[in-house]
């Protein structure tokens, strides 16, 4: 699994269904490499796992790392893996992202993504970093914040994330089974950028990772 944008930030500063006969598109070479996208999600989420199981890496407390097996994902469901046409949005001016602590990480508006979700169109906005732009090996990363209605229930309050790359034309797979939490859902230590105000799209995604229940 690539390195998570939230990890990268850490490091830095201190609607088409599988099953639909349509075709997606032709992918990077790491998704090429993967039989299906059942595949790969589950590839996903056994390294988020891996990561989270590891002393060195994991975002828990220790007394939520001792009793620890595994995250609580929604059942995968690659009708949630869309195409989506990406708009470029070259002309936005950076600006200073809030965060769950008084820290403000520096972002531009990269560009927007238009998909389709049962028949109804949605837009989120994707962001670039300022700083991770500066080092050669992430100049591509991009970052996907996005509210919708299953947080505060199944899901964290207050968003999720998905990472991207910069596509090389305008179409992108944006697939939902590998959102992941915040940090600071784990432990309030790490800070957190908030989900714009525009990136809250209203329906659910019941797909991706849950809220993190403390296991007494």
Known sequence: MKMS???LLIFSVLSVSCDSGKKYHDGTPEEKAFKSHRERIE????KLNKEFNDSKLTPLLPEDFKNFKQLDFF???TSYALMAYFERTPNEKPFMMPT???RVVLEVQYGILHFTIDENKYSLAVYQNQELVKQEEYKDYLF???MDDTNGEETYGGGRYLDMRIPEKDSVLLDFNTAYNPYCVYNPKFSCPLVPERNYIPVRIPVGIKDFKTKD
């Open 100 to 102: 769950t602590t008084d």
């Open 144 to 146: 996907l914040p996005f």
């Open 5 to 7: 944008y939230f990890l």
């Open 75 to 77: 059942p995968i469901d």
């Open 43 to 46: 590839s996903f989420q056994d």
